[in-house]
T-cell receptor, first 117, second 113 residues
């Protein structure tokens, strides 16, 4: 079946512009996660959605970062007023969400490579 | 708080040789542990996971890992390396109360002829 998809695969933007990154999770998965992969920081958790519960935003690095999940499916990560340090690969993952957190396998998309000039 | 430490950012082995990638964890509660592999320009793929059912976990592509509580380790091994194993490998930890994965810094595996 179809896996997690992300778009665009690559995004180049100028410093100060806003960007939107999209994630389509696996059908039927109620949990969705965003991570960031950068050379200096490795893989970092950003935000987690589970069903209709309030999202866990504890990993968002600043208030320039926000994310939405519409209709319990597609998610959009928005970065406002981008900075050069935002350059990274943004990975989305989804899971069934039916098991206690640690037991739930997360399936990752291919990522969006963001370059801020 | 939970964390993982991967010793060795780069590991090089000959084709056919044993692969050993090291991971040590720190967790105040019993952990769930994962190994993911990332091929160039791709996302992360789950190799195997430990969820307390068995200490020796077998995964895909001939990889396995053993959970050793006394050593707080979860090292990844494969008896015989193949060229196609060249990739970056990430160890990750989760606990039953937290859904986010905490990743190690990764180990890049190089396989030479």
């Amino acid at each position: 079946g179809a896996g997690v998809s992300q778009s665009p695969s690559n995004k180049v933007t100028e410093k100060g512009k806003d960007v939107e990154l999209r994630c389509d999770p696996i059908s039927g998965h109620t949990a969705l996660y965003w991570y960031r992969q950068s050379l200096g920081q490795g893989l970092e958790f950003l935000i987690y959605f589970q069903g209709n519960s309030a999202p866990d935003k504890s990993g968002l690095p600043s208030d320039r970062f926000s994310a939405e999940r519409t209709g319990g499916s597609v998610s959009t990560l928005t970065i406002q007023r981008t900075q050069q340090e935002d350059s990274a690969v943004y990975l989305c993952a989804s899971s069934l969400g039916s098991l206690a957190g640690g037991l739930d396998t997360q399936y990752f998309g291919p990522g969006t490579r963001l370059t801020v000039l | 708080a939970q964390s993982v430490t991967q010793l060795g950012s780069h590991v090089s082995v000959s084709e056919g040789a044993l692969v050993l990638l090291r991971c040590n964890y720190s967790s105040s509660v019993p952990p769930y542990l994962f190994w993911y592999v990332q091929y160039p320009n791709q996302g992360l793929q789950l190799l195997l996971k430990y969820t307390s059912a068995a200490t020796l976990v077998k995964g895909i592509n001939g990889f396995e890992a053993e959970f050793k509580k006394s050593e707080t380790s979860f090292h990844l091994t494969k008896p015989s390396a193949h060229m196609s194993d060249a990739a970056e490998y990430f160890c990750a930890v989760n606990t039953g109360t937290a859904s986010k994965l905490t990743f190690g810094t990764g180990t890049r595996l190089q396989v030479t002829l």
